[in-house]
């Protein structure tokens, strides 16, 4: 690959041919402050933040979009620019519910982290700000559209990364939103309910439902896994608070970060008031609660028994797809070497 | 058999190389969504082709480029058809059959059978569809063949996958990026369980029981004798229960009550049983039958490595603590083998890693240090290897690859007058399995349609099913209530459930009619009739 | 049809259709686009009717063409020979066209074209003022042709250009004279086309594409619409020449779908293209393909941009992308795609045929060929012009444009559309350019051109502008989707009074901003509207802001009624018209006694700015408003028994005012009411200022003036006549009189010299001098011929006087007669009493002989470009200069005030005038005010009485009062709607006495409404109080 060299705020840089301006600066440890530049998606220029000059152009540009070039001067820290960021942060501002306080985003939230670093409070346009009713017709997560900055992100993932189309612009000038058509529920429309939107999100637009008013974002632990559904073997971040998964998440691995529903949504039943948290022996033909010792005994007697009067093949043993590698060589280990039969499957074939 | 293994030859990530996919038997985007968006990436930003064979309109049919639908159990025909094409044409790679293979005359004579024509009989795929599809497939410089349940669940299972290395040798489609026979599993750990050796023929490593070598070293090992005869896989252990040869049975983490077919009959099985431990973290249909439940934990709950489809080993963390009075289901499996009067002392999953690798090449150079920074694909087999993305590079597992001609099987069961339509079953997006998970997550439930049956319009017609309507499916082993769901994207003459519910569990008409070899039973073609449920009879 | 198989063929064709488009006896060519509206469609049906029943549908020929262009006559046509143009033809109209013009060659002169200024008729379109300025090259067909046959369009050389690219160049070539020809993009931006086509043709790839954008979106602008309805073959033809230059086998027609007759013809024209072989495979045998698709828009504005409307092709929402990678690059399907406006490609075939050189001989250095205007607005002769580049705005909008529509001041021009700027009357005479306009913050855009007079309120235009922009705001960039918002919110603000100073600085940051960051044209030019106007009118919104006033009384909020928020003195004009309505006169007169105390003499010398701002004016006439006072106020004068009673003197401060002019006496007059004592100063033997001394009594009768001056000095104020400060009285000795404010009222009474040789001869008078002469009675010998010279009120006035005084007069003005700044009713008198008036001439030289005037010398001069006040300046022509006899010369050129008693503390300007605080009428020596002319200059009587009204307040205020005038009584005149009755007659014509009456003396040329004439021109008035 063709390397190029730039300079950027008076640093010398070289990166690959095709880079864009606004990467090749953070791989020098120029932050250049953004909301719908994100990695894995297609540049859109939309939140206009993300600005620079750029020297011998007229017009600011949109680092996130354009390729740097040989010899190019780029400066992040102009006057122009920074007005232009304050203009933004400032607009946007104008139009948000600035609650922060009850936002599951506070602390996470790219507004809120560059009104922050720009000292802005609150916008001095001062205007209509749009009221609508959140959206929480899906089981999964809501949509506050009082706090979408109309980024787009959500869109592009939801057309490149997953190709599903559910959602998009629409409207128009200020009441521009992303909508599903007409407004349905997204039940109704193509969507799969992958969240990739919500992962996406920057702001606290799009937020789960499990996690609300469950912790701040600080408080809760974070755990990076495996996902327990499909043969993928997607990588994921549990979210985790006083024992309980309340989030799920996912950067990287073969997935790269994306999930689908059951991956992203679907870990309800790891603290589901169903689970068995005790032994059960039947005890005239019921099933009762009974204590470790009490059931180890009743297994190990009863295959014992079994064992002794018809053989060792007269026993079978299923292991498990679920369980882990570890669990499952155990488990053929016990079948193999303690009970002493080779019957033992797993439902590989269903 | 072809190969020397059976396993996703390549990885995920580079399945975005490839020029053609062949998607055959795999619902990819909702049994595999993360697999299903790869795909649909190279296609609609690569300029990938796709083929999609299903009896069913997937959604990956929107973003085909040809569709052959299929009737359901008529994969052989079809794949040799496309052969025959390929070989007709001069499409095949004769400088890989050449170098890399053998046994392809003994093919060759096979294919002249099919040609387009006579497989349009036997699949109902036009003739032209089928030559289209060969052209592209055989004309590409890569060519993915991406598979799942959909081939294998089948009394011709083991043909159908044989017959589709043959296409994938014929081409010279095996051992780069961007190209291979990539069966996709459909659960988390189906490759792990298999790896480890939980199959009834082979010891942890794909060690066969058979060969006493294999038995020796494990006996050295872990200090014991082993049985010398393979066990019984899953359904024969069914079959044998009610022969009243197992008598016992141990089943963690599994609900055949679900999932297995024929369940009439799986309950049958398990009741006759003296004696059923059943560990699982919920009340499953299956547990509800045993004798004692020991309450295991969730993934959340403890350390361990999972195996994915495509052979990477990767570390599941423990989260959170053991709900209630659960444990790990490893501890369990300790305690147990210890009162049966075996005593295995491992502190840490991480030990038992150790022993693995110690006694199964394939996962010979796997640690959990080594795991730490994501995941290993075996083969592995030394401390310094680096993992295996792609296999059968230079050569085969087993040397040079085979060709194993095989013919057109009818299924064990075809539609007659009494129950003119084909059943095939499957999965839907919102629900894994048979639900012990996914059925308790609320909003999964909230918006997964259940208790769905696919008819074609035309078949509704026909039996004057209304859409949304309830209907009874009977076939030769029971019958079900469900709701129709009228749709073209189910050809005529086969209707489609998914098999996650247990209200209406599709397997209590499943055929347990098994493959010879992989003893995998038919769930994809079975005979049915339905009728309207609330009919005043 | 066959398909034309090769050249040849296509020759052959088209030399069948020249002949037989050649070949007619009488056509009759009709609009049967943009005239549909106005009823062409019928007029076309009973020509088809008539002419059948005459038995002459075969040898007439009726032929549907597009737009002609002359919009504000529809429905127009055309009939060859003879090219005579019937305009505002109706069906009943064509059996007589039939008869007279057809069969008979006779012509109907009402049908026929009169020039407005000359009243003169005109047969021939091409002799049309309005077209005369034209050059048609886009327009070539437009009303010549049938657009739905090709035939037509191969008569007129179509697709010769095509065929002589395919037989004659290479695309390298083709790009090359199209690069020569200078051609730029015509949808606004103004890229060079032919670099375009090379940037295209040299990016990589194999397929590629060309687009024409004909998502015409502009507010206002409608040429790309007229040209794909009047004219589509061109269009085929240009893209066909581009995809053939380009590399691209594929073309599309992006147009929308609100043009269905656009859409219509085009789809005809690409048919027929390709039934006659020029459109599809191996097109004449050349092996080139070309296919054109047609995709109709959804009329999203934001789909003119390039990117926007490739999205919008290829299925997505129309929403621009980053450029950089330009369409040239990677365009549709991620293709290399030329996009080129309609008119750009129309201009292609000309190019081609007539080659680079001609087209570039047409235009400026940078800016080459013509531009296409669609006229709108405020403008006479609204239409498409099409007009080469380095036209002035003056010659479009006047010349052509027929000026402003009821010879309304011209205010602004809107160019470009919404994304273009308010062009303000000082650029009228700027030769247009792409980069001429964007110097001046507007630009080209697609060629929208709207005319505003004064009463198109700035704000509100950007308010509207600002509006249609985030309403098409695709939403997708925050600064075009909030900015233009909040933008939005302030300019409505501002035109409801609800904005505040702060939010101009806002305003004007957010204008910046949203320009700087937007990512696409329409968000980076959104501003320009709002940037122009506050540029060029920052005084409106400062109005509207500040002063919650909105001096173009279009913005409801914040006006009361035109006429009144006119009136300098804020007469409540609309209440004493309903109460005269009413029959209420003496309540009308106390109405109009509030601010004004000299309602007989408004009534007879104002200069009614009221008049020129009554929206009743715009239907038909003025409300006569001036005259509905003198009414009131001669009735009162001629009814009451007694004059008015003193008013009580509550306050203990006595005031000095000098000067008893209307200023000094207005002032006077309130502070009088509020119960000060008041003496006035005045150095004539009379009191009355300028109104005695200055306005003839054939205008203004001493004895009126001297009436309303009694009723002031009834309410208690001191005159002293006779008595000059700073020769009878000292000025400081006013204060040592008691005298705690001194109001400085003196008018301008002095007159300005011309300094050209001769003003000091025997016969040389001073407009105001003379004027002052003959008012007092004073004997003035003129001789018999009298040259005056200037423009203005005093000019008219001493010529007049001169008339009456029996002498040949001759007025010399070096501007022209719009420019004169006299009163229009005064001009029209005077040239009626037969006042020679010649303009455009400059005097340089008053000759005499043994020191008697005996003539001057001249010379001829022409305007020249507005100077920074907004007038155009005379430039006299060399060699022109001729010689004119005379016996006595009158100048009149300028007055002056004479301030030479004033203490040396008081401040006076450069233009000799006082300096006071703007707001409290405070010269800076302390207790001393100044108002009137002797603060602003010559101006009006009324404009002298609000001075003297506010300085009153002033006054107040300084002496401790709340600066409340006290209303003696409130008059609620009684307004309801449902009275709200207008009456549909026409103004009454103000009576005068007759011309041979009024020059033998000095006897009121006006004479007062009769009672019922007052009561019936009032309720003509609209009522614009009421609102709605």
């Not at chain 1, 899906?138 to 959500?154: Q, T």
């Not at chain 2, 399945?15 to 795909?39: C, D, M, R, Y």
């Not at chain 3, 309005?130 to 739905?148: A, E, H, S």
């Not at chain 3, 309903?578 to 200069?607: D, Y």
Request: overall charge neutral; charged content about 25%; aromatic content about 6%.
């Amino acid at each position: 690959m063709k390397q190029i060299s730039l300079i950027i705020d008076g640093k010398e840089v070289r990166v690959a041919k095709g880079t864009t301006i606004l990467e090749a600066a953070k791989s020098v440890g120029i932050e250049i402050p953004h909301f719908c530049y994100y990695p894995e998606l297609k540049p859109t220029a939309a939140c206009r933040m993300c600005l620079v000059e750029v020297e011998g152009a007229k017009d600011l540009i949109a680092s996130c979009a354009f390729q740097v070039a040989e010899g190019m001067v780029v400066r992040t820290q102009t006057e122009r620019v920074i007005k232009a960021r304050k203009l933004v942060i400032e607009l946007l501002l104008s139009n948000h519910p600035l609650d922060c306080l009850t936002c599951e985003s506070n602390g996470a939230c790219k507004l809120q982290k560059y009104a922050y670093q720009l000292r802005i409070s609150s916008s001095s346009y001062q205007g209509e700000r749009h009221s609508y009713v959140i959206d929480e017709s899906n089981p999964f997560f809501i949509r506050d559209y009082n706090k979408c900055i109309l980024c787009g992100r959500c869109v592009m993932a939801d057309k490149y990364v997953q190709f599903i189309g559910a959602i998009d612009y629409t409207h128009r000038g200020f009441n521009t939103k992303i909508s599903s058509p007409f407004d349905r529920p997204l039940q109704e429309t193509p969507c799969i309910f992958c969240g990739e939107c919500v992962a996406v999100c920057p702001v606290g637009a799009l937020m789960e439902k499990n996690r609300l008013y469950k912790g701040r974002i600080w408080e809760l632990k974070k755990v990076n896994t495996i996902c327990p559904y499909c043969g993928v073997g997607c990588s994921i971040t549990l979210w985790v608070k006083d024992n309980e998964v309340i989030r799920v998440t996912s950067e990287g691995g073969v997935n790269k970060g994306s999930l689908c529903v059951k991956g992203r949504f679907g870990y309800d039943f790891i603290n589901h008031s169903d689970r068995l948290t005790t032994p059960l022996v039947r005890k005239k033909g019921k099933l009762v609660e009974a204590s470790w010792e009490e059931a180890i005994k009743t297994v190990a007697d009863n295959l014992h028994k079994v064992k002794k009067k018809f053989g060792a093949s007269a026993i079978a043993g299923l292991s498990s797809a679920k369980c882990t590698n570890e669990e499952n060589y155990l488990f053929q280990k016990m079948m193999r070497a303690v009970i002493g039969t080779n019957n033992v499957d797993h439902c590989a074939r269903l | 058999m072809a190969f020397g293994s059976g396993a996703m030859t390549n990885s995920i990530n580079d399945l975005s190389q490839a020029q053609v996919f062949l998607v055959i038997g795999s619902n990819t985007t909702e049994a595999h969504p993360i697999i299903g968006i790869q795909i649909k990436k190279a296609v609609s930003e690569n300029g990938a082709k796709l083929i999609v064979i299903d009896p069913r309109k997937i959604k990956l049919v929107d973003f085909a480029h040809i569709w052959l639908a299929q009737k359901p159990g008529t994969d052989v025909a079809i794949i040799n058809g496309l052969l025959y094409v390929i070989l007709s044409e001069g499409l095949v790679d004769k400088k890989f059959i050449r170098e890399r293979t053998e046994g392809f005359e003994e093919l060759k004579k096979v294919l002249s059978k099919y040609t387009p024509e006579a497989v349009e009989k036997i699949s109902g795929v036009s003739a032209e569809d089928l030559r289209k599809a060969a052209r592209l497939f055989g004309q590409a410089k890569s060519a993915s063949i991406i598979y799942s349940m959909g081939i294998t669940q089948h009394t011709t299972g083991v043909d159908n996958v044989l017959a589709l290395a043959n296409l994938a040798m014929a081409t010279g489609n095996i051992g780069r990026e961007g190209v291979g026979i990539n069966p996709l599993r459909g659960q988390n750990n189906v490759q792990g369980a298999c790896d480890v050796g939980c199959l009834p023929d082979v010891l942890p490593g794909y060690q066969k029981v058979l060969e006493e070598a294999n038995r020796k070293k494990f006996e050295q090992a872990w200090n014991c004798r082993l049985p010398e005869e393979p066990g019984l896989t899953v359904v024969e252990m069914t079959n044998a229960a009610l022969d009243g040869k197992i008598v016992a049975m141990y089943i963690m983490g599994e609900n055949p009550m679900l999932s297995d077919p024929d369940l009439t009959h799986v309950k049958e099985a398990l009741e006759s049983l003296d004696f059923l431990v059943v560990q699982d973290i919920f009340l499953t249909e299956t547990a509800e039958l045993a004798d004692v439940v020991l309450p295991g934990v969730s993934f959340a709950e403890k350390d361990g490595t999972f195996t994915s489809t495509e052979r990477r080993v990767q570390r599941v963390r423990k989260v959170i603590e053991p709900i209630g009075g659960a444990r790990p289901d490893w501890q369990i499996i300790l305690e147990v083998s210890r009162a049966l009067g075996y005593s295995m002392s491992y502190a840490h999953p991480s030990e038992i890693m150790t022993e693995i690798a110690s006694l199964s090449p394939i996962y010979g150079g796997i640690t959990y240090e080594r795991l730490e920074n994501g995941g290993l694909q075996w083969p592995c087999p030394t401390p310094d290897h680096p993992g295996t993305p792609i296999l059968h590079r230079e050569k085969f597992s087993r040397g040079l690859g085979k060709f194993h001609p095989v013919e057109y099987k009818p299924p064990a069961e075809e539609p007659d007058k009494n129950y003119p339509l084909i059943l095939t079953t499957g999965r839907i997006l919102f629900q894994y399995h048979t639900g012990t998970m996914t059925r308790r997550s609320e909003g999964i439930n909230e918006i997964t349609p259940t208790r769905i049956v696919e008819v074609n319009p035309n078949d509704a017609k026909k039996y004057r099913i209304e859409d949304g309507e309830e209907i009874l499916v009977i076939s030769r082993r029971g019958k079900v209530k469900a709701r129709a769901n009228v749709t073209t994207s189910i050809r005529p003459g086969t209707i489609f459930m998914p098999f996650h519910f247990a209200e209406s569990a599709a397997n209590i008409l499943t055929n347990s009619a098994l493959d010879p070899i992989a003893k995998i039973p038919e769930l994809k073609v079975c005979a049915v009739r339905v009728e309207i449920a609330n009919k005043k009879q | 049809m066959r398909k034309l198989k090769d050249l040849a063929q296509l020759k052959a064709f088209q030399k069948k259709a020249q002949a037989k488009f050649n070949s007619y006896w009488k056509r009759v060519r009709i609009c049967l686009t943009g005239c549909r509206a106005y009823g062409a469609e019928d007029v076309r049906d009973s020509f088809l009717k008539e002419l059948k029943k005459k038995k002459v549908q075969n040898e007439i020929e009726v032929v549907e063409t597009g737009c002609h262009g002359f919009c504000a006559r529809a429905p127009v046509l055309v009939i060859d020979p003879g090219e005579i143009f019937y305009q505002r033809v109706t069906v009943e109209d064509v059996p007589s066209i039939v008869e007279k013009t057809l069969l008979k060659d006779e012509l109907i002169d009402n049908l026929l074209y009169h020039n407005p200024e000359t009243g003169e008729k005109i047969i021939r379109a091409s002799d049309i003022p309005f077209y005369r300025k034209q050059t048609r090259i886009v327009l070539r067909n437009l009303g010549q042709i049938d657009p739905k046959n090709i035939s037509h369009y191969l008569a007129r050389d179509g697709y010769s250009a095509f065929v002589k690219v395919l037989t004659e160049l290479s695309p390298e070539q083709v790009i090359e004279e199209i690069k020569q020809s200078g051609l730029r993009g015509r949808g606004g931006a103004g890229f060079p086309t032919g670099l375009k086509w090379e940037l295209t043709r040299k990016a990589k790839g194999s397929k590629k594409y060309i687009i024409c954008n004909a998502d015409e979106g502009d507010p206002g602008a409608f040429m790309d619409r007229a040209v794909l309805e009047g004219d589509p073959h061109s269009i085929v033809e240009g893209l066909l020449i581009a995809g053939y230059a380009i590399g691209a086998d594929e073309g599309y027609i992006y147009v929308r779908a609100e043009y269905p007759i656009a859409v219509q013809h085009v789809k005809i024209a690409v048919k027929q293209a390709e039934e006659h072989g020029l459109l599809g495979q191996n097109i004449l045998g050349t092996g080139f393909n070309f296919k054109i698709n047609i995709k109709e828009g959804a009329g999203a504005f934001v789909c003119g941009e390039e990117t926007a409307l490739i999205a919008s092709i290829e299925g997505k929402r129309g929403m621009p992308r980053p450029r950089p990678p330009f369409p040239a690059q990677s365009g549709l399907w991620a293709k290399p795609t030329s996009i080129n406006n309609v008119e750009t490609l129309a201009n292609i075939a000309w190019i081609i045929l007539n080659g680079a050189k001609k087209f570039s001989s047409i235009g400026t250095e940078k800016s080459k060929g013509t531009k296409i205007f669609s006229l709108a607005g405020k403008v006479n002769n609204t239409g498409l012009v099409e007009v080469p580049f380095g036209i002035t705005l003056r010659e479009i909008i006047f010349d052509i444009g027929g000026g402003v529509l009821r010879e309304k001041k011209f205010k602004a021009a809107q160019m470009g559309g919404p994304s273009g700027g308010c062009i303000p009357a000082r650029y009228l005479d700027l030769p247009l350019d792409y980069e001429s306009l964007v110097e001046i913050g507007s630009m080209v855009g697609s060629g929208g051109l709207i005319v505003m007079d004064e009463a198109t309120c700035m704000v509100e235009i950007a308010r509207f502008f600002m509006d249609f922009v985030q309403d098409e705001s695709c939403g997708k960039c925050t600064p075009c989707r909030i900015g233009t918002k909040r933008m939005l919110e302030i300019l409505t603000r501002a035109t409801q009074g609800r904005a505040e100073e702060k939010d101009l600085s806002l305003l004007l940051e957010l204008a910046s901003g949203v320009k700087d960051t937007s990512l696409c044209g329409l968000g980076k030019t959104a501003p320009n509207p709002v940037l122009s106007t506050m540029q060029y009118f920052e005084d409106e919104y400062k109005a509207h802001v500040i002063d919650k006033r909105c001096p173009a009384f279009a913005c409801e909020a914040l006006y009361i009624s035109p006429c009144s928020d006119t009136c300098p003195a804020r007469t409540e004009v609309h209440g004493y018209v309903a109460l005269i309505a009413e029959g209420m006169f003496k309540e009308a007169l106390e109405l109009i006694k509030e601010t004004n105390p000299f309602p007989a003499i408004c009534g007879r010398v104002c200069h009614h700015p009221c008049e020129a701002r009554c929206r009743r004016g715009d239907i038909d006439q003025p409300v006569a408003l001036r005259a509905l006072k003198r009414f009131v106020a001669d009735r009162e004068l001629e009814w009451r028994t007694s004059p008015p009673s003193a008013v009580k003197r509550t306050k203990k401060e006595k005031v000095a005012i000098i000067g008893s002019g209307p200023a000094g006496l207005a002032a006077a007059h309130q502070l009088v009411r509020m119960g000060y004592g008041v003496t006035v100063f005045e150095s004539l033997p009379v009191a009355g200022g300028m109104l005695v001394a200055g306005i003839p009594n054939y205008r203004l009768p001493t004895e009126i003036v001297q009436l309303e001056i009694e009723d002031i000095e009834a309410l208690g104020v001191e005159i002293k006549t006779n008595t000059t400060i700073g020769k009878d009285i000292s000025f400081d000795d006013l204060f040592k009189q008691g005298y705690k404010a001194i109001l400085v009222a003196v008018g301008a009474t002095t007159f300005k010299k011309m300094n050209i040789p001769g003003e000091d001869l025997d016969g040389v008078y001073f407009g105001l001098d003379f004027l002052r002469r003959v008012n007092f009675g004073e004997r003035v010998d003129l001789g018999k011929s009298v040259i005056v010279i200037g423009g203005g009120n005093v000019a008219v006035d001493s010529a007049r006087t001169a008339r009456r005084l029996g002498c040949q007069v001759n007025l010399l003005y070096r501007r022209g007669r719009e420019e004169m700044l006299a009163a229009r009713e005064e001009i029209e008198y005077a040239l009626q009493e037969k006042v020679g008036m010649d303009f455009l001439v400059v005097v340089t030289e008053i000759i005499g002989q043994n020191g008697k005037v005996v003539g001057a010398k001249c010379l001829r001069t022409k305007l020249g470009p507005m100077d920074i006040t907004g007038r155009r300046q005379p430039i006299p022509i060399e060699g022109s200069e001729f010689t004119l006899k005379a016996d006595s010369v009158i100048v009149a050129v300028g007055q002056g005030s004479d301030l030479s008693f004033l203490p040396s503390k008081v401040g006076i300007s450069k233009r000799g005038t006082i300096v006071v605080d703007p707001e409290t009428f405070a010269t800076n020596y302390p207790g001393v005010f100044a108002a009137g002319d002797v603060v602003t200059g010559p101006a009006t009587v009324i404009e002298a009485i609000a001075a003297g009204n506010k300085v009153a307040i002033a006054i107040d205020k300084y002496l401790g009062g709340t600066g409340k005038i006290v209303k003696e009584r409130v008059v609620k005149p009684i307004l309801v709607k449902s009275e709200k009755l207008v009456s549909e007659k026409e103004r009454h014509v103000i009576p005068t006495i007759s011309v041979e009456k009024r020059i033998a003396n000095f006897k009121e040329v006006e004479l007062p409404y009769s009672e019922e004439m007052a009561i019936e021109e009032a309720k003509r008035c609209l009522k614009c109080h009421l609102k709605e």
